[in-house]
């Protein structure tokens, strides 16, 4: 029996869920979902009710594709109010002969102890590096030997009254939150490498009103900064040049676009209906340097903002999120980053859009954080786990070929 976790994030203006299964250390995509959300005001909850429906919708949609229940997740916070700590912890080992994970885990309880969270709430806490007896340096101490266990921690925290709205609108949606994460957390652990793990770098997630920057440290979330400007705009933009709405906007930056300009054809064109009902013609070129000017701009207040986080030399920039899917973005990132930038590719068979990678790296971030103290947890039973490999009445012939795809390729 493999591990199942679910991951939900709350986004800015959608609800993306995920329910990955890991077996033999590898992910599979047992079944992903993205719900439009009327109810999120820049990565907060304006009506708890609203957003409780929709994700019990949503899981609705999940539960009768693989014939389970889903009471547990891992969920994805938005990184408002965000604050960092290090700190330093220390704890006698409980066998000087071999280091557990229950040793990690008090450690880490040492560190938290010495926060005074006030009016702010413990979402994760990072070990930078374990030191045994003041001398060895290594990044898992488990199974090694000593007395004395040491780590300096970066501890984050974010603002009581935004988790609480969270916590309180998935427990309305009859969801049990098993541990949280930040939603750059979540993109980090999708693209997370070796490379990455001993570098400084930072990760764009470019949402639908907003984007959010975050600079990691080998792998280590050092600091965050949000800028109001997100894919909305660029839509904002070409509804104003060609004279129609928002949605009709968002059709051609997502079916017809480019991200660069001189990679559209000049001869291409579409037809649309404008805000007066007339006919209006109009050309690819035109459409993607409209539509490229506006996410060079973003690119552009990310690099600036990457800069006033850090002075370090930044090794790589991912860019995620939706508006990373449009065509040639990959290209543009590419030019504008001078080569160290990337769009983030998704290599878990049968998730391919961006919008879903803070959900998915949530469930990977806590696989990591369990196998770092030494832990299993599994976020369903065994009986609903032979539901998913057995085709039983109501459970859909989708979902079971999904799951049996999932394990021949782990054979």
């Known amino acids: 029996m493999g591990n199942v976790y679910t991951g939900i994030d709350i986004g800015t203006n959608s609800i993306k869920i995920v329910v990955l299964e890991k077996i033999k250390n590898k992910f599979n995509l047992l079944s992903s979902v993205s719900t439009p959300c009327p109810y999120l005001s820049n990565g907060e909850i304006t009506n708890t009710k609203g957003v409780s429906t929709l994700i019990r919708k949503s899981l609705n949609?999940?539960?009768?594709?693989?014939?389970?229940?889903?009471?547990?997740?891992?969920?994805?916070?938005?990184?408002?109010?965000?604050?960092?700590?290090?700190?330093?912890?220390?704890?006698?080992?409980?066998?000087?002969?071999?280091?557990?994970?229950?040793?990690?885990?008090?450690?880490?309880?040492?560190?938290?102890?010495?926060?005074?969270?006030?009016?702010?709430?413990?979402?994760?806490?990072?070990?930078?590096?374990?030191?045994?007896d003041g001398v060895k340096k290594v990044k898992d101490p488990?199974?090694?030997?000593?007395?004395?266990?040491?780590?300096?921690?970066?501890?984050?925290?974010?603002?009581?009254?935004?988790?609480?709205?969270?916590?309180?609108?998935?427990?309305?949606?009859?969801?049990?939150?098993?541990?949280?994460?930040?939603?750059?957390?979540?993109?980090?652990?999708?693209?997370?490498?070796?490379?990455?793990?001993?570098?400084?770098?930072?990760?764009?997630?470019?949402?639908?009103?907003?984007?959010?920057?975050?600079?990691?440290?080998?792998?280590?979330?050092?600091?965050?900064?949000?800028?109001?400007?997100?894919?909305?705009?660029?839509?904002?933009?070409?509804?104003?040049?060609?004279?129609?709405?928002?949605?009709?906007?968002?059709?051609l930056k997502e079916e017809f676009a480019y991200a660069v300009g001189v990679d559209a054809d000049y001869n291409e064109e579409t037809t649309i209906k404008d805000n007066e009902g007339k006919d209006k013609v109009v050309k690819q070129i035109g459409l993607s340097k409209v539509v490229e000017a506006r996410i060079r701009e973003i690119l552009k207040l990310s690099l600036e903002e990457i800069k006033n986080l850090t002075n370090r030399k930044i090794s790589y920039i991912i860019v995620t999120g939706g508006l990373s899917e449009i065509n040639g973005m990959d290209h543009l990132v590419d030019i504008y980053f001078n080569g160290i930038g990337k769009v983030c590719k998704i290599d878990i068979m049968g998730i391919r859009n961006n919008k879903f990678s803070s959900a998915l790296g949530s469930c990977i971030y806590f696989d990591d954080k369990l196998t770092l103290r030494g832990k299993s947890y599994n976020m369903i039973n065994e009986n609903e786990f032979k539901n998913l490999v057995s085709v039983n009445e109501g459970v859909s012939n989708k979902g079971i070929a999904r799951k049996m795809f999932g394990h021949f390729f782990d054979n």
């Open 61 to 132: 949609e999940i539960e009768n594709m693989l014939g389970l229940t889903i009471t547990k997740a891992v969920c994805c916070l938005n990184p408002i109010h965000l604050k960092m700590d290090i700190v330093e912890g220390s704890v006698d080992t409980l066998d000087s002969q071999k280091i557990t994970g229950a040793d990690i885990t008090n450690l880490l309880n040492d560190a938290i102890g010495k926060i005074d969270f006030e009016d702010q709430e413990l979402v994760t806490s990072t070990p930078i590096y374990f030191v045994i």
């Open 142 to 251: 488990k199974g090694l030997s000593g007395k004395v266990l040491e780590s300096k921690i970066v501890i984050s925290s974010i603002d009581k009254s935004s988790m609480y709205r969270v916590l309180e609108t998935l427990k309305l949606a009859g969801v049990d939150t098993i541990d949280v994460c930040f939603k750059s957390t979540g993109d980090y652990y999708t693209v997370k490498n070796n490379v990455y793990d001993n570098s400084v770098g930072a990760v764009v997630n470019i949402g639908e009103t907003s984007t959010n920057i975050s600079v990691f440290n080998k792998g280590i979330q050092i600091k965050n900064s949000v800028i109001g400007m997100g894919s909305i705009n660029v839509d904002k933009d070409v509804s104003y040049i060609y004279n129609c709405d928002l949605k009709e906007s968002r059709k």
